[in-house]
């Protein structure tokens, strides 16, 4: 079992940052994928960023290359999403999820078994 708390969001103009963390609990972080979801109101969650295990691969959105760097500090325990040149259309929920199984950084909402409880990211234009 893991346990995930994100923290670091908040609001911001638009061309700014914002770093946010998923500090992790329970069973060893350094086995588990980490991946980074948003979901917009009305919106279905859709896939940001995420990382291997190791932290040697990584796989990203579209909408967010070039702008957004995801990152993780196993011995912290910790996952990391740095978050450029925001756009109002980053406006969401950002939740960072956990899949077991010494995993490779996968893109689909059901590929993971832990989920965050969310941090609230507000681009203004």
């Known amino acids: 079992q893991v346990q995930l708390v994100e923290s670091g969001g908040g609001l911001v103009q638009a061309g700014g940052s914002l770093r946010l963390s998923c500090a992790a609990s329970?069973?060893?972080?350094?086995?588990?994928?980490m991946g980074w979801f948003r979901q917009a109101p009305g919106k279905e969650r859709e896939f940001v960023t995420a990382?291997?295990?190791?932290?040697?691969?990584?796989d990203y959105a579209d909408s967010v290359k070039g702008r957004f760097t995801i990152s993780r500090d196993n011995a912290k325990n910790t996952g990391y999403l740095q978050m450029n040149s925001l756009k109002p259309e980053d406006t969401a929920v950002y939740y960072c999820?956990?899949?077991?199984?010494?995993?490779?950084?996968?893109?689909?909402?059901?590929?993971?078994?832990?989920w965050g409880q969310g941090t609230q990211v507000t681009v203004s234009s």
């Open positions: 999820a956990a899949r077991g199984g010494w995993g490779t950084p996968r893109a689909k909402v059901h590929e993971y078994d832990y």
């Open positions: 990382i291997s295990w190791s932290g040697g691969s990584t």
């Open positions: 329970g069973r060893s972080f350094s086995s588990y994928a």
